[in-house]
């Protein structure tokens, strides 16, 4: 089965600082899809970034890019330039190809600091 | 409209009651998908659509939940004799399919707040 885990519930960072969040997966399958969402307070749930695992590179969007580790079942998001509207909570999530399920992890809450 | 519509945006109801959460997805997308998210957890995948063929109804808790998809677009979770339990945020997500190995995201409504009393 799958699983996703973020080990931390919690992570603050000073306006314009990197932060990076960290998540970890398991999967059996070779073939498979990994996601972060963001869920503002708003309690919308949006897509910040997204990476095939046959894709070597990492992926990258704007100030968010991911450094993804194949072998260590790693898909961590770091955020440069961090802004006050970066404040959500996260959620690491894979998909397994062949499945239309998303699991996700339980999140990390990030705020930001003036 | 431009995005997953969810109606309605809160519910409270007594238990015992049963309750329709409406779900409108993005137009032209051919996948959706219904998810549970508890309160300080990520969520949960319950069902999912292709088209009108409900696919997957895996994650579906127990027999009082169901879900239609009558036409291929708006669909409805039904949940009948609530019990406090089902207390959640219940999302809707949509995609454009393409099948399982394609990397069409799901993109997730603003989700129904459902309060049983």
């Known amino acids: 089965a799958q699983t996703v885990t973020q080990s931390q519930p919690e992570m603050s960072v000073q306006e314009a600082e990197t932060v990076t969040l960290s998540c970890t997966y398991d999967?059996?399958?070779?073939?498979?899809?990994l996601f972060w969402y963001k869920q503002p307070p708003s309690r919308q749930m949006i897509l910040v970034i997204r990476q095939e695992a046959y894709k070597q590179q990492n992926a990258t969007e704007n100030r968010f890019s991911v450094n993804f580790q194949k072998a260590a079942k790693s898909f961590s998001l770091k955020i440069s330039d961090s802004q006050l509207g970066d404040t959500a909570m996260y959620f690491c999530a894979s998909r397994q190809g062949g499945s239309e399920k998303l699991v996700f992890g339980k999140g990390t809450k990030l705020t930001v600091n003036p | 409209g431009a995005g997953v519509s969810q109606s309605p945006r809160y519910k409270v109801t007594k238990r015992g009651q049963d309750v329709a959460l409406r779900c409108d997805p993005i137009s032209g997308h051919v996948s959706l998908y219904w998810y549970r998210q508890a309160l300080g957890q990520g969520p949960e995948f319950l069902t999912y659509?292709?088209?009108?063929?409900?696919?997957?109804k895996s994650g579906l808790p127990n027999d009082r939940f169901s879900a239609e998809r009558p036409e291929g677009s708006i669909s409805t979770l039904t949940i009948q004799r609530t019990e406090q339990r089902d207390s959640a945020m219940y999302r809707c997500a949509s995609s454009l399919g393409q099948g399982a190995d394609s990397n069409q995201p799901q993109h997730f409504g603003d989700g129904t707040r459902l309060s049983i009393l």
């Open positions: 999967t059996s399958e070779s073939n498979y899809y």
């Open positions: 659509f292709n088209y009108e063929a409900q696919q997957d």
